[in-house]
């Protein structure tokens, strides 16, 4: 079940609070078992896990992301040093596929929460600013200064190749960026709906290519 994790993979953990507010911790697997038992590494700071609660254990890797439910079994010690124990009751599941090329950018972009993926408000009350830097037919990276909620979908607006899109996306993983050149608090993957009739996949692919050449011809 855990075969594809290894000892110093960056791994996040995350779960609702009991105010619905999301939970998230990014730390390094410290030790792995036959049983499925995962230790991860523990800072100088107390996490709030909740004992037996379960958990998203999510590693994000070159080829997609692939995440596990688990569950915390408390506080350990890992040849001596201080550990979180999980055990993974299910998975791995493999959220996102790189089936599509990605076309790196930065790309203004301009995001609505929606309640329901398919049902688009005609009225727009609270927009989100953030910058598009890479993008494909099967997703895009964002960044952030608005802590948004990991599996909720939002609608995104932006222009490509002079084109305007609005697709509907989950947000499948989140990045705190604590020390970074960007002037952004997050870093999030975005997955488009793939059942959503919105989503024109072969219209983005071709504005896509439109962009390429266009920044090869005035790198010329």
Known sequence: MISKLNVFDSVELSNKNKEDKHLSYQTKVQELSDDNIIYVMRSSSVFP???????????????????????????????????????????????????????ST?????????????TIPRVWHKQITSKIIDISGGGCSILCNNE????????????????????????????????????????????????????????LITSMFKYQRELLQNQK
């Open 148 to 203: 948004l909620e990991v599996n909720d979908f939002y609608l995104f607006n932006f222009i490509l190749a002079d084109k305007h899109y609005s697709f509907v996306g989950e947000i499948l993983f989140v990045e705190k960026l604590e020390t970074t050149n960007y002037s952004w608090n997050y870093r999030y993957r975005v997955k488009w709906d793939e059942n959503n009739k919105l989503n024109n996949v072969d219209s």
């Open 49 to 103: 896990f909740t004992l037996n609660s379960k958990y998203k254990l999510i590693l994000n890797t070159d080829t997609g992301i692939l995440s596990w439910h688990v569950i915390f079994l408390g506080p350990s010690k890992v040849d001596n040093l201080p550990a979180y124990k999980f055990k993974a009751i299910s998975g791995p599941f493999e959220t996102q596929r790189r089936e599509f090329y990605r076309q």
């Open 106 to 118: 930065s790309l203004d972009c301009q995001l609505v929460h929606l309640e329901d993926p398919y």
